[in-house]
């Protein structure tokens, strides 16, 4: 069983909207969250870590954890055509990446 | 920030000969490396985990005589395919995990990748 499983997508939003990414996970015990992103052909790149439940924001990112949920989603506002990739989310114990969400910003 | 190098980014080899690909943390030391494999449109694939100083750990299905990874320090680990066929024809990827230096704990920093063809 997968630890994350997330919405393989694609997704697409117009440039400018908000696009909106979301992971769940298995393990109440995961304290480590993590939102990568992978363009094409590229290796993946780390976008945010959060630890904490609530909001973390960093630039036009904002990554939200709810522990008693168990989600974790990726908000990013203004979107850009260039923010168009596939996103993946990953927890500290478990280093299996599944498909991630494509997603695909409109200009 | 945390900065893991890998090298080379391309190899194109003839079958049967081996390949051996070499992952750097450059500014941190990596307790933990990971190998990734990626067929186009697909996702990544985990293939071995390592710590430095022991042998690694094989998901299954990874033919562990065919993918050798030796990480005998805390800031280099590589991956040798052996004998490699077309098959093995993809984009390895390693990536780091440690303390110290510009890497935040628990925190996985990926190479730029190395994309080998087999002919």
């Known amino acids: 069983q997968k630890e994350v499983e997330q919405n393989s997508g694609p997704l697409s939003v117009p440039e400018g909207a908000i696009a909106s990414l979301n992971c769940t996970y298995s393990?109440?015990?995961?304290?480590?969250f993590f939102w990568y992103r992978q363009y094409s052909g590229k290796s993946p790149e780390l976008i945010m870590f959060?630890?904490?439940?609530g909001d973390k924001e960093d630039g036009r990112f904002t990554a939200q954890l709810n522990k008693a949920s168990q989600y974790v989603s990726l908000l990013i506002r203004d979107s850009q055509p260039s923010d168009s990739a596939t996103y993946l989310c990953?927890?500290?114990?478990?280093?299996?990446f599944g498909a991630g969400t494509r997603l695909t910003v409109k200009p | 920030g945390a900065v893991v190098s890998q090298h080379p980014s391309r190899v194109i080899c003839k079958s049967g000969t081996s390949v051996k690909i070499e992952c750097r943390s450059l500014?941190?030391?990596?307790?933990?490396m990971f190998w990734y494999r990626q067929f186009p449109k697909q996702s990544l694939m985990l293939m071995a985990t390592?710590?430095?100083?022991?042998?690694?750990?094989?998901e299954q299905g990874v033919e562990k005589d065919k993918f050798l990874i030796n990480h005998a320090s805390l800031t280099l680990s590589t991956l040798t395919v052996t004998s490699a066929h077309p098959e093995d024809s993809s984009f390895y990827i390693c990536?780091?995990?440690?303390?110290?230096?510009?890497?935040?704990?628990?925190?996985?920093?990926f190479g730029p990748g190395t994309r080998l063809t087999v002919l």
């Open positions: 990536s780091a995990r440690g303390t110290s230096g510009g890497a935040h704990t628990d925190t996985q920093y």
């Open positions: 990953a927890v500290r114990n478990d280093m299996r």
């Open positions: 959060i630890y904490s439940n």
């Open positions: 390592s710590n430095e100083g022991s042998k690694a750990t094989y």
């Open positions: 393990d109440r015990g995961s304290q480590s």
């Open positions: 500014d941190f030391q990596a307790t933990t």
